[in-house]
Nanobody, 127 residues
């Protein structure tokens, strides 16, 4: 059974940084495209960033482009989300997701295309 566990959430002041990590177990990490999504109170879960199976491609939501960076370490079966210049509107529960199979270059943003999800980690940015 594939399990995803997110770490690294917390409270940070606006303009600060946080690094989220997601450890994957129970599957072949290198065969998964990985994504990060977030859900703010009262809003739908939205795409944040994705990285391809081979790490050669990435995709970002416009709202985080230039501030967030997604990276993967296949040896450590972990994906990271480095978040800089945080804003109050970045406050949300952040979820890690994995998509099995498909193109090695897949970096999709659709929730329905991801097969496995973590439980989420809270990120709160105070203004």
């Amino acid at each position: 059974q594939v399990q995803l566990v997110e770490l690294g959430g917390g409270l940070v002041q606006a303009g600060g940084s946080l690094r989220l990590s997601c450890a994957v177990s129970g599957g072949t990490f290198s065969s998964y495209a990985m994504g990060w999504f977030r859900q703010a109170p009262g809003k739908d879960r939205e795409f944040v960033a994705a990285i391809s199976r081979n790490g050669g491609a990435s995709n970002y939501a416009d709202s985080v482009k230039g501030r967030f960076t997604i990276a993967r370490d296949n040896a450590k079966v972990t994906v990271h989300l480095q978040m800089n210049s945080l804003k109050s509107e970045d406050t949300a529960v952040y979820y890690c997701a994995a998509r099995r199979e498909g193109s090695i270059w897949y970096v999709g943003s659709s929730r329905s295309e991801y097969n496995y999800w973590g439980q989420g980690t809270q990120v709160t940015v105070s203004s």
